[in-house]
């Protein structure tokens, strides 16, 4: 444990020097970084701990979030440190780089302690190793990088570790405890908490002696949803949604957590009558969620059909991992397929061992990691990350062999090689070089434009006029309200579906009809990014629609065009 936060702290420390650039702007490239340092700024100003809107969205009755502010109080800690000593612009830029920094310490003990448990005692610090060559893990843990992600991935290491761990009633509790976390973060790992606790009760169904650890688990994870609810759950949370911890899913954890106790003491000798208690108590559990909340049997976002066609549905990430370009594809997978095989290979080596009690679990773990994403792309962080042990396993048998060969070449050149293949790492040096897939010209001119209007001094040059609510892109929302005094109509959330209808509708449509939207919001400034992506989406589908004529240089009489600085990436319009 010293030792991995003592690497940990050299490799916090390595990753805010290489991206101090990046912190000094303020870089927060996704829209759930920018809208996330909003809610900070919000709670550190006074909004309630409870009220979670962001009103800089869509005023004066502002946007509803469905986070939680778990997340929020390390970024505003960090901050509440250090503006006595750098001031509150320069507190933000370093919370924000720091902030993401802080999960990567939890990820890496849990998947070390894994690795130590499982392998060898001395196996750990090749599990940070190959946890820092996962490409897709590591961005969420990167300087301004600050939603959700990393911490809900820092718990899935720690639930891998729980169930490798042959205390029974504390793995059990690690897990109980990690799951009741990450569920009152978000419900994007709902289906490996869910996963996780069917390994566990498995285990139980096959060896009665495990009662200690699904009985701990039970109560772990319907105490620690139930503190977690109360603590945080926002007002808009306190409502039958089905899209974060609500009263709906908090009372499938409880009543879920209650019988797995209930279980536990049970106990029965027969192991078929062990299997069939745990299938009766899934039935009530699945029985019980589909009567009393039939809303939530379809899209936990609930949105209107026609959101749903438009924007939900095309999400790149939420697309199963085939759909995907082979260049973005093979980097994301290489490494679960080792894992995976890893695992395996593990498991059937440990099979008259007592280390098979830990492998059997990580590789049930991995392996429904992997097939997640034949479900949805998104799925790849978590995929790499819980495919780590299995892949230092293989490593340890491999680079065994070559670090022990007589002939030089092979401890050499066969280490290099064993080290780049079974760690996966080979596969984003090979895309490189592999005339597959790259982008178009056009694709890097929307890449672009898209970036350079995301930029602290393109927006910077906003602030010249006085503030007021700009109609602009559902996807720079975010970013414009967190880099300048200003407000906008809508950002990329759910549950604020109307809103992300209207500037669709706005941009897709006659200039009168935008005109018509724009003023029921009270908008008086028009801003558009040209060629940024959503932009071509408006072009693409509605030609002729308003945001095409406007491409066109057609403008209305009604829009009178605002100057900006030299080189701006935008337009800017005051509507009359």
Request: charged share 15%.
């Amino acid at each position: 444990m010293r030792l991995t936060l003592i690497a940990w702290i050299v490799i916090l420390a390595y990753f805010v020097f290489d991206r101090w650039n990046s912190i000094q702007w303020l870089s927060l490239g996704d829209t759930d970084d920018n809208m996330r340092l909003m809610q900070v700024r919000a709670l550190l100003d006074g909004q309630g701990w409870y009220d979670l809107r962001q009103y800089r969205l869509n005023p004066p009755g502002g946007f509803d979030i469905h986070w939680s502010r778990i997340v929020d109080l390390p970024i505003a800690g960090l901050i509440l440190i250090l503006r006595p000593f750098v001031g509150v612009p320069e507190a933000e830029r370093l919370a924000c780089g720091i902030a993401p920094l802080l999960p990567l310490s939890l990820a890496m003990i849990g998947l070390a302690a894994t690795a130590r448990r499982l392998v060898s005692p001395v196996a750990w610090p090749l599990a940070i190793v190959f946890l820092l060559g996962c490409t897709a893990t590591m961005l969420m843990f990167m300087p301004d990088r600050i939603d959700h992600h990393g911490w809900q991935l820092a718990m899935l290491s720690l639930t891998v570790a729980g169930l490798a761990d042959p205390k029974k009633a504390r793995g059990g509790a690690i897990v109980g405890v990690t799951s009741a976390v990450s569920l009152n973060i978000g419900l994007e790992l709902l289906p490996y908490a869910a996963m996780a606790g069917a390994i566990i009760a498995l285990r139980w169904v096959w060896d009665r002696s495990e009662a200690a650890r699904l009985s701990v688990y039970g109560l772990t994870l319907a105490g620690g949803c139930g503190i977690g609810f109360v603590l945080f759950a926002s007002n808009a949370n306190q409502v039958m949604r089905c899209d974060a911890l609500t009263p709906v899913w908090l009372s499938v954890m409880v009543v879920g957590g209650g019988l797995l106790f209930l279980l536990a003491r049970l106990n029965p000798e027969q192991r078929w009558a062990r299997l069939s208690l745990a299938v009766v108590a899934g039935a009530v559990i699945a029985t019980g969620f589909a009567l009393l909340f039939p809303q939530c049997l379809g899209r936990p976002e609930q949105v209107s059909p026609e959101l749903a066609r438009t924007w939900l549905d095309n999400v790149r990430e939420a697309r199963p991992i085939y759909k995907h370009p082979f260049r973005m594809a093979f980097p994301i997978v290489t490494l679960p397929v080792i894992g995976i095989l890893g695992a395996a290979f593990a498991t059937w080596r440990a099979r008259n061992d007592i280390s098979i009690n830990g492998w059997v679990p990580v590789l049930m773990f991995s392996t429904f990691a992997g097939l997640m994403l034949l479900w949805q792309a998104r799925a790849g962080p978590a995929a790499q990350l819980l495919a780590v042990p299995g892949a230092v396993a293989l490593a340890w048998i491999i680079l065994g062999w070559t670090l022990g060969h007589d002939r030089m070449l092979v401890r050499v050149f066969g280490t290099v090689i064993g080290f780049m293949a079974v760690s996966g790492m080979f596969a984003g040096f090979a895309i490189k070089y592999l005339p597959i897939d790259r982008p178009s010209p056009r694709t890097n001119v929307v890449n672009r434009s898209t970036g350079l209007c995301m930029t602290v001094p393109a927006m910077k040059g906003l602030d010249r006029y006085p503030a007021q609510t700009i109609f602009t892109f559902v996807d720079l929302g975010p970013r414009l309200i967190a880099t300048t005094h200003h407000n906008a109509v809508a950002g990329p959330y759910h549950r604020n579906g109307d809103a992300i209808l209207d500037v669709q509708h706005a941009f897709s449509r006659s200039p009168e009809n935008f005109r018509a939207i724009a003023k029921r919001h009270g908008a008086t400034l028009l801003l558009v990014c040209p060629n940024m992506a959503e932009s071509t989406v408006y072009r693409a589908r509605n030609p002729g629609g308003f945001y095409d004529q406007l491409a066109n240089r057609k403008v209305p009489a009604w829009l009178e065009p605002l100057p900006l600085q030299a080189k701006s990436p935008f337009r800017l319009y005051r509507i009359k």
